[in-house]
C-alpha cells in the first residue's frame, strides 16, 4: 500500500473510507492540484511515466508544478523559467550542458533530480518520494539520498516511500510498515534499524 497511500495523499486516488488531515485541518483532496495548492508534492515511483514529460526541456519539466499553481493564464516569463531552471541545475548538481535538452536524453539519476528541482521550485510544505532511488545508477543513488538529509535537515516535511530499508534508516525519524493497505508497525527515533523493522515486518 506504498505507492497507493502517496496518491492518495496527492489527490490522485480517492479513499473508500477515512479522513486525511494536513496541518490540522481535514482536507478533502479531489485531484492533484488540490494538494499542490495546499503545498504538497509528489515524485512518483514511475519516473518515465508520471513523472516526465519526455520531449519536454529540462527547463520546461521544472518549471511545471510552479505553472500548475500560478494557472496557466498566469505564463510564467521566459527569463524566470531560465533562472529556476539554472538554480535547480546548479543546486541539485544536474549533468547538463543546456537546459534546453530534453530530459528524455538525461539519465534515470538526473532525470530525478530534475523532478525533485520542479517540486523544490514551487516550495512545497510536504514533499512525497515514491521509490525515489528506484532504477539509477551507484552514484545517483548517494546523491539522491545527500539530497534528502539536506532537505531535511532544512526543515522540508518529506514521506518517503521505501523497499530499501538501509535508505530509511539513513533519514528516517519514523518509520511506519504497511500491510495490505493498513498500518500495521510504526517505529521511532532509537528503535529504527533494519533488524527492527524486519522484525516488524514478520510480525504483522
Not at 55 to 82: C, D, F, T
Amino acid at each position: 500500500g506504498r505507492t497507493e497511500l502517496c496518491r492518495l495523499i496527492f489527490g490522485v486516488d480517492k479513499a473508500g473510507s477515512g479522513t486525511i488531515t494536513f496541518n490540522g485541518k481535514v482536507v478533502n483532496l479531489k485531484s492533484p492540484k488540490d494538494a499542490m495548492m495546499l503545498g504538497i508534492g509528489l515524485c512518483p515511483e514511475d519516473r518515465k511515466h508520471d513523472g516526465i514529460l519526455g520531449p519536454l526541456s529540462i527547463r520546461e519539466n521544472i518549471m511545471l508544478a510552479q505553472q500548475i499553481k500560478q494557472g496557466w493564464w498566469r505564463y510564467i516569463p521566459h527569463a524566470q523559467q531560465v533562472a529556476m531552471a539554472e538554480k535547480a541545475v546548479k543546486d541539485l548538481s544536474i549533468a547538463t550542458s543546456d537546459i534546453e535538452k530534453p530530459i528524455e536524453q538525461l539519465s534515470g539519476g538526473n532525470q530525478q533530480k530534475v523532478i525533485l528541482g520542479r517540486w523544490l521550485a514551487a516550495n512545497p510544505s510536504l514533499l512525497i518520494l515514491d521509490e525515489p532511488t528506484r532504477g539509477i545508477d551507484i552514484g545517483a543513488h548517494a546523491e539522491i539520498i545527500r539530497l534528502i538529509r539536506q532537505l531535511c535537515a532544512q526543515g522540508l516535511s518529506l514521506v518517503v516511500a521505501s523497499s530499501e530499508l538501509e535508505e530509511l534508516v539513513a533519514f528516517s525519524n519514523k518509520v511506519v510498515v504497511l500491510r495490505d493497505h493498513r498500518k500495521v508497525a510504526e517505529l521511532h527515533s532509537n528503535d529504527i534499524h533494519p533488524q527492527r523493522i524486519m522484525q516488524a515486518i514478520a510480525s504483522a
